[in-house]
Structure formats: structure tokens, C-alpha cells
């Protein structure tokens, strides 16, 4: 009779079993040349199913391809997978955010649709849900040249590093 209950809570445990979901946000900043955006790029390793939810549009600029008197919104846009889509509008001071993207491995490659518009730019934030694995610590986040500038533009001084640390020469601008 014992060994039915361990058997039967070891065949629950296993059949229960369910990997932790995470939400991370990220910032994109889209700009005019921007056309798609591959998320990919942005998330190490996706396997699985993902949702992934617009937050905010912050310091929105765009260009009208057609002036126009009296239209009921500033800015609308789309942004497609090629399963769904989000549709983004202000009008009247008010942003509209409807949808929801579901990304896979198959389906991580997001297009951004715009017909009134010649461009539209802006930040975007997203918050994707699911399940993530562990990203590999990369070797070169320490690498490369910080610059210093003065407030007029000019550059102050110039360190290269290399594996977080100073690395060769420093420049300093008189």
C-alpha cells in the first residue's frame, strides 16, 4: 500500500510539473529606417510559447504621407507577426494599445505596418511572458572604448578596456 502512494505521488509530481513563467520587459527604440524587428536578437534561446504585450509608446515623432484637416487620431500603427497582431492608435490625447502577439520559434519576427504615414518613430516598451532559459554570460560586456565628452560636445578623454579593466593607451583632449 506504500509503495502505491509513492508511486502515485511520484506520477502526480511528474504529470504537474510545470517550468516557471517569467515576464521580462525590454525598450526598443524604433526608428525611420526600422522596417521589422527580430526578437531573436533580443532573447537568448526561444523555445516554447511566448506573450508578448505592447506597454508604452513614448516620444512618438511621424510624418503624414497626405496633409489632412480634421482627423479623429494623431498616429495609428500595426505591428504583425504572422499569426496576430497589435494595433496601436492616440487619438485625442489618449493612447490605444489592442492585442496581443503569441511568438514561438517559428514566429519571432515582428513587421511594423504604417499606411498614412511616411514614418513614425518612437520607444516602445514590451513585456513578454514565458518561460526563459538562463542566457550565457557573454565575454565581450567588458570590451571596448569609453568616451568621455564636455558639455559642449567636445571629447574629454578616451579609455579602451579590455575584459572590464583599462586596457593601453588613455587619451586625454586639451
Sequence with gaps: MNNYIILLFFTLSI???????AIKEFNFYKSRNIK???LNNYFYDLSGIYLLKLINVDNVSFERTKKILVDRCDFEFDIKSSVNKITIEKCNDVLNIKGELIIDENNYILTFKNQKFNYIEGELTFWIYGSFNEEPVSNNLNDGILREYYEDGNLKIEYNYDNGKKNGIQ???V
Excluded at 15 to 21: D, G, K, T, V, W
Design 36 to 38: 521589422e524587428l527580430n
Design 171 to 173: 587619451k586625454k583632449m
Design 15 to 21: 504529470s504537474f510539473s510545470q517550468n516557471p513563467i
